[in-house]
């Protein structure tokens, strides 16, 4: 099945300490989005990548990047993670119209 | 820009009674309008979606919702509530020329009572 992966599901990291979260997709999709989740809230949009083209939020840390070196995956680097960082992070894709498909995510805490 | 409200952040129902979650949104062109459902520790699972044409659309697990545009609405229902249906429900909204981005609601935690 087509489908977006995430790993690893769980991390676990250090305060101040980089990390970096996968997510790779077999469904061919052109749009790759990355989003945090706190607890009992809604998905907060990170970045997305259109394509090569990246496109980040006003609001996203300088603390976040993203890397995607092909269309398959993308990565999200956390530089110096801080304890307001720990979060769910869920990867989404689209063809940049109609529905977003979601990876199951990678629950981060730090420590 | 278009903007989401879910009514209700948490919904309690019995096991087989009507389960009704509200959603209205604000746009000035015509939405594209998405449920999603989150069990725990999970990612988004798409329930339904409308974008054009007939405004009652059916979803997966026995979910439907209708679109009025007049009463900007797009509430989520199902006749009989079963205890897997416990979970958090995303109301979302995009539009042709924001497609890809979505615009969610707070979430409505749903609780199922045996």
């Known amino acids: 099945d087509a489908m977006v992966i995430q790993n690893p599901r769980y991390q676990v990291t250090q305060f101040g300490k980089p990390v970096t979260l996968s997510c790779s997709q077999t469904?061919?999709?052109?749009?790759m989005y990355w989003y945090q989740q706190k607890s009992s809230q809604a998905p907060k949009l990170l970045f997305h990548?259109?394509?090569?083209?990246?496109?980040n939020e006003a609001d996203t840390p300088d603390n976040f990047q993203s890397r995607r070196p092909n269309t398959s995956f993308c990565f999200l680097d956390i530089r110096s993670p801080g304890l307001g960082d720990a979060a769910m992070y869920l990867c989404?894709?689209?063809?940049?119209?109609?529905?977003?498909?979601f990876g199951p995510g990678t629950r981060l805490t730090v420590l | 820009a278009q903007s989401v409200t879910q009514l209700g952040s948490h919904v309690s129902v019995s096991e087989g009674a009507l389960v009704l979650l509200r959603c209205n949104y604000s746009?000035?062109?015509?939405?594209?309008l998405f449920w999603y459902v989150q069990y725990p520790n999970q990612g988004l699972q798409l329930l339904l979606k409308?974008?054009?044409?007939?405004?009652l659309v059916k979803g997966i697990n026995g979910f439907e919702a209708e679109f009025k545009k007049s009463e900007t609405s797009f509430h989520l229902t199902k006749p009989s509530a079963h205890m897997s249906d416990a979970a958090e429900y995303f109301c979302?909204?995009?539009?042709?020329?924001?497609?890809?981005?979505?615009?969610f609601g707070s979430g409505t935690q749903l609780t199922v009572l045996p």
């Open positions: 989404a894709t689209s063809t940049g119209y109609n529905e977003q498909f």
């Open positions: 469904l061919n999709h052109n749009v």
């Open positions: 990548y259109y394509d090569k083209d990246f496109n």
């Open positions: 746009s000035s062109v015509p939405p594209y």
């Open positions: 409308y974008t054009t044409g007939a405004t």
């Open positions: 979302a909204v995009s539009t042709f020329d924001s497609a890809r981005q979505l615009t």
